[in-house]
């Protein structure tokens, strides 16, 4: 499967967005893959292979992988990425294409939605919140009360907090404390996850604690029962960092929107699980998307 690459320019500050391409145009409704924060495409690992000769777009966030840091330090909200989004989609001469969105991914597929329906055919969105993911991370609101000083500290020494980023995340040791309190060690290989925590190490902790916050204040809350394309929400049973209530409101409010919950999957369900996974969104795909069903015929 050849990958083609590509830069878009932001509308906004004129920052330069990279992107990759790959598959056949005009097989099947493309597809646009939004990562999570300090995330450049390690959980499509598996899913990218799985999507046959569909046209797929992959872009790296502001100062993520191929992307250098935004022009304007303050545009890495929602809103920014949203907007970024849809450039790409221009950029990459593709009209309407479905948002899979994991993580922060899932906001930016919506904040998308919100500001560029036209663009969206459809929605597929694993292990996210709609709104103020750090109330919730791991059960509490700790992280969101703890944001406002950390954010402090790394800006008094932020190469300091960039140095042992690079030296300690993308470790044996990091894995070993990640599967402790997050992924699922039995189910996933140490080579599913290393390429996220080399990713985390490469992202300026600047950028990353300013996404952090702005995805923190961010929510999509309100238009959620405005959402009239296909949607289809997964949930992990055992997500620490978005549990899996905040899918199960988002099924709820959105209408039609189907859900699929794996009881034994963390927050890295699309790496965990692979094959049940990469199933329920091809499905997806055919039955909503390139085939969908009309009114007069759906099933009771």
């Known amino acids: 499967m050849s990958t083609a690459w590509g830069y878009a320019v932001s509308p906004t500050?004129?920052?330069?967005?990279?992107?990759?391409?790959w598959g056949e145009r005009g097989h099947a409704t493309p597809v646009l893959l939004c990562d999570?924060?300090?995330?450049?495409?390690?959980?499509?690992?598996?899913?990218?292979?799985?999507?046959?000769?569909?046209?797929?777009?992959?872009?790296?966030?502001?100062?993520?992988?191929?992307?250098?840091?935004?022009?304007?330090?303050?545009?890495?909200?929602?809103?920014?990425?949203?907007?970024d989004v849809a450039c790409?989609?221009?950029?990459?001469?593709?009209?309407q294409a479905v948002l899979i969105g994991h993580s922060m991914g899932v906001q930016v597929a919506l904040e998308t939605y919100r500001r560029h329906a036209a663009h969206v055919a459809g929605l597929v969105l694993l292990c996210g919140a709609p709104s103020h993911p750090l109330r919730t991370?791991?059960?509490?609101?700790?992280?969101?009360d703890w944001l406002p000083l950390i954010q402090r500290w790394i800006q008094r020494a932020p190469g300091v907090f960039n140095r042992v980023s690079r030296a300690v995340l993308p470790t044996r040791l990091a894995y070993e404390v990640a599967?402790?309190?997050?992924?699922?060690?039995?189910?996933?290989?140490?080579?599913?996850?290393?390429?996220?925590?080399?990713?985390?190490?490469?992202?300026?902790?600047?950028?990353?604690?300013?996404?952090?916050?702005?995805?923190?204040?961010h929510s999509a809350e309100d238009m959620l029962r405005d959402v009239t394309?296909?949607?289809?929400?997964?949930?992990?049973g055992r997500d620490g960092f978005t549990p899996p209530e905040r899918s199960r409101a988002i099924a709820t409010a959105i209408p039609g929107a189907e859900l699929l919950e794996i009881p034994n999957a963390s927050h890295t369900a699309p790496i965990e699980h692979p094959q049940l996974v990469n199933l329920a969104i091809r499905d997806f795909l055919s039955r909503r998307i390139d085939r969908p069903i009309?009114?007069?015929t759906t099933p009771e």
């Not at 991370?137 to 969101?144: Q, T, V």
């Open 13 to 21: 500050d004129g920052s330069p967005l990279f992107y990759e391409s």
């Open 88 to 95: 790409v989609l221009d950029d990459a001469l593709v009209a």
């Open 229 to 236: 394309v296909p949607t289809l929400v997964i949930a992990g």
């Open 137 to 144: 991370f791991r059960g509490s609101a700790a992280l969101e």
């Open 294 to 296: 009309s009114p007069q």
């Open 179 to 217: 599967s402790r309190f997050e992924i699922r060690r039995e189910l996933i290989e140490p080579s599913d996850f290393m390429p996220y925590l080399e990713g985390m190490a490469r992202i300026d902790a600047r950028l990353f604690i300013a996404m952090l916050s702005a995805a923190g204040q």
């Open 36 to 83: 999570g924060i300090g995330c450049d495409g390690y959980v499509w690992r598996h899913l990218r292979h799985d999507l046959g000769e569909r046209f797929c777009v992959h872009p790296h966030y502001r100062g993520h992988g191929r992307t250098a840091l935004p022009r304007d330090p303050a545009r890495v909200t929602m809103e920014d990425l949203a907007d």
